[in-house]
């Protein structure tokens, strides 16, 4: 069995507060496709309008609200990326980036931190309608992700890597996509 490990503990690479949202912002951005040239095959349930705040402030707001690791953070993205690696159909878009991030968020905080809190605070601090809802995102993500929320040392410090590096490449130089991250090179 895997021991869990606070990464942050024996890091000497950094990325945290204002750098850490801007990175994981950006990364989203990135990843999200234009939903008319690729279908997603993401339950509907995700799906929403587009939404008037930008993943900048969202992620921001989840930061300041969540009182969270950043390895939480990281740790979502690497999740996200699972789903769209065990389905290449699976595909974030405007319309579903905002739910699908704050349920990996959510599973990430309960697996990496020691406090957490009920998943009604977590419903408010994301913008969801109610605690049904918070719930159905949970388990259905869970199942998406067949229940493998470990992540490595190793693959957590590969993808922390990637995001340092696409953070401070310019835009037009970036390659870095959630998808161009092979998880099976990570672990």
């Not at 601090?125 to 809802?133: D, I, K, M, R, T």
């Amino acid at each position: 069995m895997e021991t869990t490990v606070n990464f942050e503990d024996q890091e000497y690479i950094r990325l945290s507060g204002k750098a850490l949202v801007s990175a994981v912002a950006e990364a989203l951005e990135r990843a999200c496709t234009d939903e008319e040239l690729v279908e997603s095959t993401i339950p509907k349930c995700f799906f929403g309008r587009k939404q008037s705040i930008s993943l900048e402030s969202y992620v921001q707001r989840l930061y300041e609200f969540m009182d969270c690791s950043d390895v939480v953070f990281i740790t979502a993205l690497v999740y996200l990326d699972r789903i769209e690696i065990a389905n290449r159909n699976n595909r974030l878009t405007q319309e579903n980036v905002h739910r699908l991030f704050a349920t990996a968020v959510l599973l990430a905080v309960k697996y990496q931190d020691d406090e957490i809190f009920d998943n009604s605070y977590y419903a408010m601090v994301f913008g969801f309608s109610n605690l049904a809802e918070i719930n159905r995102f949970e388990a259905t993500l869970l199942c998406f992700l067949d229940f493998r929320v470990s992540v490595s040392e190793k693959e957590y410090l590969f993808y922390k890597t990637h995001l340092i590096q696409s953070s401070a490449q310019t835009p037009t130089q970036s390659e870095f996509v959630l998808s161009s991250v092979p998880v099976a090179s990570a672990a």
